[in-house]
Structures are given as structure tokens and as C-alpha cells.
């Protein structure tokens, strides 16, 4: 009996008869949730790169994914994937999510939406914690699965994101408001504006623009704010965000300042702009230098170079220009060579059903790259289901690690086209209803 047919007979034992049901989207929306958390949950207590990488790569839908930062003094509703990864590294903060959760769908403006609501705990260095509810929403790529598409958090809005179509006549579940997008924004506009926080209020404000019965008012407010003062304090806390080097709250005030009339306070607004593109830079710049270090740190020179060349395109560093140098000497054809002579034979220990344990020992130290393709995915996924002693030992992993790098080789060789009949098995029992996280 082959090695493949060992592990899902034995699977089945416990899966009963579950595997030859056909598992409609809703149930398969789910299961992804579950292993989604069970990443987030990874990197919120470890700050692994790998973690992260995968989180960025193969389930949310880039690592410019739109997510809500509740973290206390970095408040931001909407902040890209990477830079929240990055400050929950930087300020050593933890996040934990529930592994009970509540699936929503409704039909929106382009199709189904789908999405979760479901509790997170944000720890402080000082072991202060704070709750939250956090709505998760979901872009079906059909085949290839679910990704993540945006994280909300009832610290801005009542979940109103989930943009679903006015006539629509089904009861939003208990706990999930769904109301204008412009409207959520009026009620913190108001309060910031009766506290004098005057530059919080006009953002605030904009963002309400469209809020049915109050446009008036709106704009007179607007009108109102847009004075000296106003802009003033617009720039002042730009510069701040600029100093601790939260560029992406900078980029956003600076932007929002050169929508007005900057000849008000005798600015030019060249200057304004200058510093736009010089937080843009930063971002840009912080983006690929902690890319490529993760590929550098791996040996995976050739990934490393190129994010390392257009990191110094933007600012001088001479520590990256040593590890450019660095890179090249190491690029050759011998590396290539010896990188694929490696694999290959994994692959054959793997196929002549000999030593999975040391194929996949090999492989792991090769997953991020291009030269395993989608049956090595799977036969990794099967191996580490397995969850062989040496295997913990060598990569110092808990059972529930295997499980969820199981999970994340399944996804990998299913992204990357490799179909076959045992993969639709394997795949049915890792993400159903009763498995869809991996319990401690």
C-alpha cells in the first residue's frame, strides 16, 4: 500500500463519511476562516517572518490588504497589511483571536459577500489588554480558494464595510449593524469637533460626505474648518506621525492638507508635497528591505538582490550595499544546481516511499522557493500531517504547528494548479466543518 493511501485511509477512519460530502462555499468560507485565525494567532504571539509571509502571500490578498488598527496610541482605521505586521513587531504587542466565530454572507453591489465577526484581544507590552470585535471579509477567488480582503473593527464603525444592497430585506445577524459607509464617520467627526480636535474632525468630516439628511451641515462644517488654524494643526500632526516614523498616518494628513488652499498660512505647497514623497520613500523603502532581509536570512539570494537594489534606489544604506555585494557572490550556477540537486532528490526518497522524514526536512529548508511546485506542496502537506518526532525536533515544532503547516502546504499546492484525486480527499478532511482550526 503506497504512502498516500496509508495517511487517507487512516484519515478516514475519523472522518467517517464526511469527506464524500460535497462542501458548498459557505462551509469552505469557514474552514479558511479557522486557519486564517489560527496564522494571525501565530504571528500575533511569535512575530514569525515565515508566518507573516504566508499570511501576506497566500491568504490575505496582498500584503497592501486594508486592515484596522485598534493598537492603543496607533490608532488608525485603515492601515496596510505590512505596516501593521511591522508595528505589532516594533511596540512587542500581542493580538489573540477566539477560535469562535460567527460566518455572514448577503448579496452586495458585486456579488456574494462573505465575512466573520468574531473577538480579538490586544495585549500591551505592560500586559494591559483591550477587546475587540473585529469583522473579517472574504473575496471568493472560485477555485483558488478564499483570500481575505479587509479587516474592520467596531473601534471606528459599526462593520460598515460590508457594503450589501439597500433593498436587501434579511435581518443583518444579532450584533452586526450594517449602515452608509458615510454616515459612520459623522458621529466621530462631532466628537472629535466638540473636544477642539480640529484637524481629526475635518478628516472626519470628509469622510462623511454623503451621509443622507446632513450634507448641509457637513459642508458648512468643512467650510468652517478650513482656516489657518485648521491646516496648522493638519501639518503639525503629520510631522509627528513623520518623527516616530509612522509613514502611512503621515502620508495620509499630508495628503489631506494639499487638498486646501496652503497660501492661507504662507506655505508653498511644493514643500508639503516634497514631504509626501519623502514619506512614500520610507514606506517603499522599509517594505523591501524587510522582504529581502527574510529572503537573506534564508539563503535565497536571488529573491534577496532585487528588493535590496531598489531598496538603495530610494535611500542610500551602507549595510544594504554590503549585503548586495553579498548576494552576487553567492548567485551562480553551482548555488542553482546544488539548490535543485537537493530537491530532486527529496522528491525521489519521497516517490520510492523512503525516508519521507529526511525529504521533508530538505524541502522545508526550500518552501519559499520557486523551484517546488505544487505535487511537492502536497506530498509535504501529507508527511507533516504525520507529524514525525524528528521532524518536531529538528524545526522545534508543537502538534498544533504541524498541523497548520499542513494546512499551509495544502493551500500552496492547490494555488499553484497541482490537482489530483487524492488532493480533493486530503483537502475535504483538513477543511471541513469539524477541522477547520487547529486545537492546542
Avoid at 450584533?175 to 458615510?182: N, T
Avoid at 494639499?258 to 519623502?278: A, F, M, R
Avoid at 498544533?400 to 494555488?415: E, F, G, Q, T, W
Amino acid at each position: 500500500m503506497s504512502f498516500t493511501y496509508q495517511i487517507i485511509l487512516s484519515s478516514l477512519l475519523w472522518s467517517n463519511l464526511l469527506v464524500f460530502r460535497t462542501f458548498d462555499r459557505q462551509a469552505e468560507a469557514i474552514s479558511f476562516v479557522g486557519h486564517f485565525i489560527d496564522e494571525m494567532n501565530i504571528y500575533g504571539d511569535t512575530y514569525d517572518s515565515r508566518t507573516r509571509f504566508d499570511l501576506e502571500q497566500e491568504l490575505l490578498t496582498s500584503s497592501e490588504a486594508i486592515l484596522a488598527s485598534e493598537l492603543p496610541g496607533l490608532e488608525e482605521e485603515q492601515i496596510l497589511a505590512r505596516t501593521y505586521f511591522r508595528l505589532l513587531k516594533e511596540q512587542k504587542i500581542q493580538i489573540a483571536y477566539s477560535n469562535t466565530f460567527e460566518m455572514v454572507s448577503c448579496k452586495g453591489l458585486k456579488g456574494l459577500i462573505y465575512g466573520t465577526v468574531v473577538s480579538k484581544t490586544v495585549t500591551m507590552p505592560d500586559q494591559s489588554t483591550y477587546v475587540y470585535q473585529d469583522f473579517i471579509e472574504l473575496i471568493d477567488k472560485g477555485k483558488k480558494g478564499f483570500r481575505v480582503k479587509a479587516i474592520y473593527s467596531n473601534r471606528f464603525s459599526s462593520f460598515s464595510a460590508l457594503e450589501c444592497k439597500a433593498e436587501q430585506t434579511k435581518k443583518p445577524p444579532e450584533g452586526l449593524q450594517i449602515e452608509e459607509p458615510s454616515c459612520s464617520f459623522f458621529a466621530e467627526a462631532e466628537l472629535a469637533y466638540r473636544q477642539e480636535q480640529y484637524a481629526q474632525a475635518l478628516l472626519y468630516y470628509e469622510q462623511s460626505i454623503g451621509c443622507k439628511g446632513k450634507d448641509t451641515y457637513i459642508k458648512e462644517q468643512i467650510s468652517n474648518l478650513t482656516t489657518a488654524n485648521s491646516i496648522h494643526q493638519l501639518l503639525k500632526q503629520a510631522q509627528a506621525a513623520f518623527d516616530v516614523a509612522n509613514f502611512q498616518r503621515a502620508i495620509q494628513l499630508y495628503r489631506s492638507a494639499l487638498n486646501y488652499d496652503l497660501s492661507v498660512i504662507n506655505i508653498d505647497p511644493s514643500q508639503v508635497q516634497n514631504q509626501l514623497e519623502q514619506c512614500e520613500r520610507e514606506v517603499s523603502y522599509l517594505d523591501k528591505v524587510d522582504r529581502g532581509n527574510y529572503y537573506y536570512q534564508r539563503g535565497y539570494f536571488d529573491k534577496a538582490l532585487p528588493l535590496f537594489i531598489n531598496a538603495i534606489s530610494l535611500k542610500s544604506d551602507a549595510d544594504i550595499e554590503s549585503k548586495i555585494i553579498h548576494c552576487r557572490e553567492q548567485i551562480s550556477q553551482e548555488y542553482q544546481q546544488e539548490m535543485s540537486a537537493e530537491i530532486a532528490k527529496a522528491r525521489g526518497l519521497i516517490k520510492s516511499r523512503n525516508s519521507y522524514k529526511e525529504a521533508l526536512i530538505t524541502l522545508m529548508n526550500y518552501d519559499d522557493s520557486d523551484l517546488i511546485d505544487g505535487e511537492l506542496f502536497f506530498y509535504m502537506a501529507m508527511v507533516m500531517d504525520a507529524c514525525y518526532a524528528k521532524v518536531k525536533k529538528t524545526y522545534d515544532l508543537k502538534g498544533i504547528d504541524c498541523c497548520v503547516l499542513a494546512k499551509r502546504y495544502l493551500i500552496k499546492a492547490r494555488n499553484l494548479g497541482y490537482q489530483s484525486k487524492d488532493l480533493d480527499i486530503f483537502w475535504k478532511e483538513h477543511f471541513n466543518n469539524r477541522s477547520r482550526t487547529c486545537k492546542k
